[in-house]
Structure formats: structure tokens, C-alpha cells
């Protein structure tokens, strides 16, 4: 199980199975709006840096 937390807070954002499952769902609840005149995006997507943690203990990767 990966958790997206955040760097400074330390709140929980996503939970997923695996790191592929947390950006899914990263993506579905932030989606990168893109100015049509500009095409630029904003700057920052997230509330803060994230980071993803294995909860589990199992993968000792990430």
C-alpha cells in the first residue's frame, strides 16, 4: 500500500496499491488546466510537494 504525503504537513492525500495507482488518482483529482491563449499550465498542481511512502513495508524501493 503507497500513501502520497505531504512534505511539510504530513497529511494523507492518496492511497493505492501500488506508486502507478497513486499518480492515476493524483491526476483524476489534479488535473493540469492549461491556459488555451498561453499554453501554459499552472505552476503548481499540488497543495505542497508530495512524496509516496510505502505504508506496507514490504517494497523497500520507494
Known sequence: MYVAIGWYSQNKYIKGNTPADV????????PNTRNKY???????????????????GQDKHY
Request: net charge positive; no cysteine; proline share 7%.
Open 23 to 30: 499518480i492515476r488518482e493524483l491526476q483524476r483529482q489534479y
Open 38 to 56: 498561453t499554453k501554459s499550465g499552472t505552476r503548481h498542481l499540488y497543495p505542497e510537494p508530495l512524496r509516496i511512502v510505502d505504508i506496507s
